[in-house]
């Protein structure tokens, strides 16, 4: 292997390949929001959302602790990207309103289908082959000079109550097939999908 040089740059976003969700939080008027987000990660059952504070998602997570996090398939990018410059707060905070505008029906907007929920009020998007009901343990408040300057963010540490997935992605043994699903895919602010090219496997891997 050739050896490697480095330089020392300042990329405005450190997305280095992350999963695209779309969250269902609940609005004052009991009606179901819908955002799209590509900063999480899960340990077991628990998520962990990053959520910048001028969003609806971050209000409505404060005010009414449940969520739904769905994951699209790389199929769906186009929708995702509609609901990517919309925003729930009206009016439309000042550091968003140059590229945000305000939607009240944002499942209506990108095409997709709200879907009742089992044990949390916000519904969930039909259209995503993987949906998982939430109620949220703790908001952390989260620190960074530039952090601060896309106006401060969240940590929402949330306890997945409730799994969902479409039954073609469903291996023998409450499996989920490695090889049938693939995340929509945020790779420095493009979309992605997996080529499920598999290399190899963890030595714990049941399947």
């Known amino acids: ?64 602790g449940e969520c739904v996090v769905n994951l699209p398939s790389p199929q769906m990018w186009r929708e995702v990207e509609k609901l990517a410059p919309l925003t729930g707060k009206n009016p439309v905070p000042e550091l968003k309103a ?4 305000f939607e009240g029906d944002k ?28 109620r949220v343990n703790k908001l952390h408040r989260m620190h960074g000079e530039k952090l601060e300057k896309l106006g401060g963010g ?3 540490e949330v306890e997945i109550v409730r799994v969902h997935v479409a039954s073609e992605l ?17 790779n420095f602010r493009h979309y992605f999908r997996l080529e499920h090219e598999e290399l190899g496997k963890t030595f714990r891997a049941e399947k």
Not at 37 to 44: Q, R
Not at 98 to 101: E, N, V
Request: net charge negative; with cysteine; proline share 6%.
């Open 98 to 101: 140059k590229q945000f505008r």
């Open 1 to 64: 292997m050739a050896e490697m040089e480095f330089r020392t740059i300042e990329p405005k976003i450190l997305y280095f390949g992350t999963p695209v969700a779309l969250i269902s939080s609940l609005n004052e008027d009991g009606s179901t929001n819908l955002a799209p987000m590509s900063s999480f990660w899960a340990l077991g059952w628990t998520l962990v959302l990053g959520l910048l504070d001028e969003t609806k998602t971050a209000e409505n997570l404060e005010r009414h």
């Open 154 to 156: 969240w940590a929402a």
């Open 107 to 134: 499942f209506g907007v990108a095409g997709l289908t709200q879907l009742v929920s089992e044990v949390v009020q916000p519904a969930r998007a039909k259209e995503c082959p993987v949906q998982m009901e939430a």
């Open 170 to 186: 469903i291996a023998e043994g409450n499996y989920i097939d490695p090889q049938k699903w693939s995340p929509l895919i945020y």
